[in-house]
């Protein structure tokens, strides 16, 4: 499971594996501020870090870079 | 008048025999059976243990679905005041029973539910908060205490008294809070806990801090493009209109919606009422937080083998820790039943 939150201390803490910082709590995998062509490509830059981060190996919680 | 209590008992304690009698359909007695005896000693003149029901381990546990309301339907005959279940001690179908039992009657009568089990009884967790359960030993040699608790406790819920907080009362903590007024400040209280700690004495947190699990961390995924990914979110998006009523806090429920055929989240569609944060900007655009125009795109390149057709969705907002311990182990479940092998979680 790839874990994104715009608070990934509190996943942390209870132990999820693999966590990936959001961009907001309001918005987590976007940028309103963004023309929408930016926004998208924001959305796939960190879905794509999701994504990876299931093909790795993690032995304790991990916070991974967002970018 | 004394008031009516009902008793409900397992085969063994029921006196109907042990293990191989575990299949024993739920029968009714008049009056006190085996430890109902103790029971209605503890209970003296106030109340009477009119009718005791008797119910196999086994059957209860493999076909809770019509036994269930059969040993409803006795109790309710018996038109008790209060229904006490066990105790069950460290037994695990028994406590299981018991629980259910409570519950249900909870639920079907509305009279208080008193049992005993010992902590770590399976029917412990995730105990109705309408049910009392008395600590009892691992073993029927604490008896007599889990009785007596059992009764005390008993006679409180029929007169009408409140019961005292859960570790002077000696009972399961239902998760209720009560305010009261103390004698000392909080910042009094709190310096206090600090001097306590500091000089290595014992002090008690007014806060219990929920025990949260160690995860073991799944394998890697080998190969995204042979990979079925599910999308799970606690974001709050449901449908317009939320049509299935998920709460914006403490929300009871998740829902799951068919994302087949969909190449994005539209906000003409989705909507999202999560209560904890302002949600103007998913609703906007629920693919903020359920980024289904990305992961179908991947799809159709094959770089994700397939996303699997449903979105599973809740409110993450001021969930308690056990509500959301037990519904994540039964969606985890579902993924895992639906043959998903990887998820994307998006939490707000």
Redesign the interface.
């Known amino acids: 499971?790839?874990?994104?939150?715009?608070i990934p201390s509190i996943?942390i803490?209870?132990?999820?594996?693999?966590v990936l910082p959001?961009i907001a709590?309001?918005?987590?995998?976007?940028n309103?501020a963004l023309p929408p062509a930016d926004e998208?490509e924001l959305?796939?830059r960190?879905?794509a870090r999701?994504?990876a981060m299931?093909?790795?190996?993690?032995?304790?919680?991990t916070l991974f870079p967002s970018a | 008048m004394a008031y009516r209590v009902a008793h409900y008992l397992n085969q063994f304690f029921g006196g109907i025999g042990g293990e191989e009698h575990a299949g024993a359909a739920p029968i009714l007695r008049e009056g006190p059976v085996g430890p109902g005896a103790v029971l209605q000693q503890c209970l003296g003149p106030a109340a009477a243990v009119v009718g005791t029901v008797v119910c196999g381990d086994n059957r209860m546990a493999e076909r809770a679905e019509d036994t269930l309301p059969e040993v409803v339907e006795m109790i309710r005959g018996l038109r008790p005041d209060l229904v006490v279940a066990g105790p069950a001690f460290a037994a695990g179908r028994y406590g299981l029973a018991c629980a259910m039992v409570g519950a249900s009657v909870r639920r079907a009568l509305g009279v208080p539910v008193v049992t005993a089990l010992s902590a770590d009884n399976p029917g412990a967790a995730g105990l109705d908060p309408g049910v009392i359960a008395v600590i009892a030993g691992d073993t029927a040699v604490t008896a007599r205490p889990a009785i007596e608790g059992m009764a005390r406790l008993g006679l409180k819920l029929l007169r009408g008294e409140p019961l005292g907080p859960a570790d002077v009362e000696g009972y399961i903590p239902t998760g209720r809070r009560v305010n009261e007024f103390g004698e000392a400040s909080g910042a009094e209280r709190m310096v206090e806990m600090l001097l306590r700690r500091l000089r290595r004495e014992r002090f008690t947190s007014e806060v219990v801090v929920p025990r949260f699990d160690d995860v073991t961390p799944a394998p890697p995924v080998r190969d995204l493009a042979e990979t079925v990914l599910g999308i799970v979110t606690t974001s709050g998006v449901v449908r317009q209109g939320n049509p299935e009523g998920v709460e914006s806090w403490r929300a009871t429920k998740w829902v799951r919606y068919s994302l087949a055929g969909l190449d994005r989240m539209s906000a003409e569609e989705y909507t999202c009422v999560h209560g904890g944060y302002d949600n103007r900007h998913v609703r906007a655009d629920p693919n903020r937080t359920v980024p289904l125009d990305v992961l179908r795109e991947w799809e159709k390149r094959g770089r994700i083998g397939r996303l699997h057709e449903v979105l599973w969705s809740t409110v993450g907002n001021v969930m308690p820790v056990e509500w959301a311990r037990q519904r994540g182990r039964e969606v985890a479940q579902e993924l895992r039943d639906a043959g998903i092998q990887a998820v994307i979680l998006t939490a707000t």
């Open positions: 499971m790839a874990y994104c939150s715009a996943p803490s209870m132990g999820v594996p693999r959001g709590v309001t918005h987590l995998l976007g309103p998208r959305r796939e960190l879905t999701a994504l299931l093909t790795e190996q993690v032995a304790k919680p």
